[in-house]
Structure formats: structure tokens, C-alpha cells
């Protein structure tokens, strides 16, 4: 295959994966949102509309589908197209392998990061109720 035919397909394959899963995404996000204030207040109320139409318009089949199919068929495409451009490109095999070894290379500046950006979350969420409430 030639690169940007390839590239074009290997994009196509990305963009339907994430519609694959926008979906139960949209809806597992409304139905955190729904708990995270009164339902007076928005984000609330919006995350609430959502998730009564959703619970009024998709069947316990449709939710099935929905949770279930459309993940399963994300991850079954998705491992098969890893795998396919895996076996035939070098170059991914040989970029994978540097960015392991410089993980590897540097893993207490990894943690350090990952915990850094963890405690900033938290803070910005306590900071968000402490202003809202």
C-alpha cells in the first residue's frame, strides 16, 4: 500500500472507532454528571435531560447494544488494525520500543508527572465545589 492511502484508511478506521464510541461515552458521561450537583443547576439539568430521554427511548436490547456491541466492535476493529499495521510497519515497532526505553529511561519523571497532574485535578475539583457551595 502506499503511505497516503494508507494513512487515509488507517484515519477512516480511527474517526469510526470514536463514533463507535461516542455514544455510551455521551451517556455514561451525562450519568456521572446528573450526581455532581442538585438538579436545579447546570451541568445538572442538562446531564439529567439526557440521561430521562435516554432512559425512555432506549430499550434494555438497545442499551445491550449501546454498552456492549458498539464497545466490543471498537475494540475487535481496533485490535485487528493495530495489529495489522504492527506486523507491517518497522518503523512503529521501532519508535514503540525508543518510547519504552525512554519511559524506562525516566520513570520517576514519569510518576512525578502522572501524580502531579492527579493532585492538580483534585485540587481544581475541591477549588470548584469549595466556589460553588
Request: hydrophobic share 60%; proline share 5%; glycine share 6%.
Amino acid at each position: 500500500m502506499d503511505r497516503p492511502a494508507s494513512s487515509t484508511k488507517l484515519f477512516a478506521v480511527a474517526f469510526t472507532e470514536w463514533l463507535l464510541i461516542l455514544p455510551p461515552a455521551l451517556l455514561l458521561a451525562a450519568a456521572a454528571l446528573r450526581l455532581l450537583q442538585p438538579r436545579q443547576y447546570e451541568p445538572a439539568r442538562t446531564s439529567w435531560a439526557i440521561f430521562e430521554w435516554a432512559g425512555t427511548h432506549i430499550s434494555r436490547t438497545g442499551a445491550a447494544l449501546l454498552f456492549v456491541g458498539l464497545p466490543m466492535v471498537a475494540v475487535v476493529a481496533g485490535c485487528a488494525v493495530l495489529l495489522a499495521v504492527w506486523r507491517g510497519n518497522e518503523a512503529l515497532r521501532q519508535d514503540v520500543q525508543a518510547m519504552v526505553a525512554n519511559v524506562r529511561r525516566h520513570l520517576a519523571i514519569a510518576i512525578l508527572g502522572s501524580g502531579t497532574l492527579l493532585a492538580g485535578a483534585i485540587l481544581a475539583a475541591v477549588l470548584a465545589h469549595l466556589i460553588t457551595d
